[in-house]
Every structure is written in C-alpha cells, then in structure tokens.
C-alpha cells in the first residue's frame, strides 16, 4: 500500500526566504504527483502537477522536481512571502481508478 | 469559470439523519471523487465514480452512499451507519492532462 511522507510537518520562516518542502512515497509504480495549497477551512488549490515522465515543473516562484525511482519530490518556493502561508499537501496518482493518496502536509508560516 | 461547486458550505446532522451533499462540476471530466478530512489523517478517498451509472467504493466507504446519474453531478449521503461523520468532504474530479480540480468543501457536524 502506497504511503506518502511529507517532511517537516512544520515550517516557520521569515519573509524572503528561499525555502523547500519535501515529499516521498513507497511505491512508485505513479502516473503522476501534484502540489495543493490549503487554506484554513478551504479547498485544495492545485499548484503543480508532474508527470511520471517529466523531472521537473514550474510555475512563477514555484519549482517542483520528482524523482521517481527513488521516490521523491520537493516543492521550492523563492522569495517566500506571508501570502504562502498555509498548509502544502503532495499527492501521487495511481491505480486503475487514478485516485490520489496523500501526505498529511507541511504547515508553512512565513513571517512578515 | 469551469469548476467544481459543493453545497452547503456547512451542515449539520442529528443523530440518526441521512444527509446529502451536492457535488457539481462544469469541467466535462469523466471521473469524479469524494475525500473526506480529518485533523491529523490526512485526506482519505471514499467512493470514486469514472463514469455515468458507474462507482466504486474506496478506502471509508463505510455509511456512505452515491449516485451518478449525470455527468456533471455526484452527490454523497451520509447515512446514520456512518458513527462519526463530523468531518470536512471535499468532491474533486480528474482528467489525466491537466490534474485534480477541487470544490471548497463542505463542513459536516453531528449535533
């Protein structure tokens, strides 16, 4: 069963910061992996999303790189500001149904 | 806007009472999702649907039901065997290209 580690579970950082945010899963047997972005009591946003055949993808101050055959992926945020704050959950696809299976988060704080 | 809307934004549900929560999307995917939310757990799949007419259960399937007699609809009942209901749902749905949508959730509370 496919089990998705999300590391640290909690980030403080000061604005300006460069930081990372990293991911790994057991199986990797993916069609693919997105980023979400959660506010407080909302939805998930979709950040980005990777393809099993791509490395990396980008999307304004956002980089996500994936690793596949060693199970991993990373989210780099540049010049973090206290917008970014919130909850940051990766996601793999698999399986015939393609459904999602989740990280439980990293909790971002980026102090002004 | 293409997108997914989930109604009510909270509910709430007395003991014993089925509930229904609506989930439509104007995006013309196929396959559609109900999540379910819990502090601490993590997003948790309950029933999928790839297609009209058809579903499947998925990991907490357990007092829940679904319908799916249009594509753009797919409402999930949270029955009275389902013993803890309070969570936050979340409907989503899919196409491969271009990734997961989400709704904004519904809040359910057991009063």
């Known amino acids: 069963k496919q089990e998705v580690t999300q590391i640290p579970a909690a980030l403080s950082v000061p604005e300006g910061e460069n930081l990372v945010l990293n991911c790994s899963f057991t199986d990797s047997a993916i069609y693919n992996l997105q980023w979400f972005r959660q506010d407080p009591g909302k939805g998930l946003t979709s950040l980005l999303l990777i393809q099993s055949s791509q490395r990396e993808q980008t999307s304004g101050r956002l980089n996500a790189s994936l690793d596949k055959s060693s199970g991993r992926s990373t989210l780099y945020i540049a010049a973090s500001q206290p917008g970014d704050s919130a909850t940051y959950l990766c996601?793999?696809?698999?399986?015939?149904?393609?459904?999602?299976?989740f990280g439980s988060g990293t909790q971002l704080t980026v102090l002004p | 806007d293409g997108g997914i809307t989930q109604s009510p934004k909270y509910l709430f549900r007395k003991e014993g009472q089925n509930v229904t929560l609506s989930c439509e999307q104007n995006l013309n995917h196929d396959a559609m999702y109900w999540y379910r939310q819990d502090p601490g757990q993590g997003l948790r799949l309950i029933y999928y649907?790839?297609?009209?007419?058809?579903?499947q259960k998925g990991d907490i399937a357990e007092g829940y039901s679904v319908s799916r007699e249009k594509k753009e609809s797919f409402p999930l009942t949270v029955t009275s065997a389902q013993k803890n209901p309070t969570a936050f749902y979340l409907c989503?749905?899919?196409?491969?290209?271009?990734?997961?949508?989400f709704g904004s959730g519904t809040r359910l509370t057991v009063v």
């Open positions: 996601a793999v696809v698999e399986g015939s149904a393609r459904q999602l299976t």
């Open positions: 989503a749905s899919n196409t491969g290209t271009y990734g997961y949508t």
């Open positions: 649907s790839q297609i009209v007419n058809d579903f």
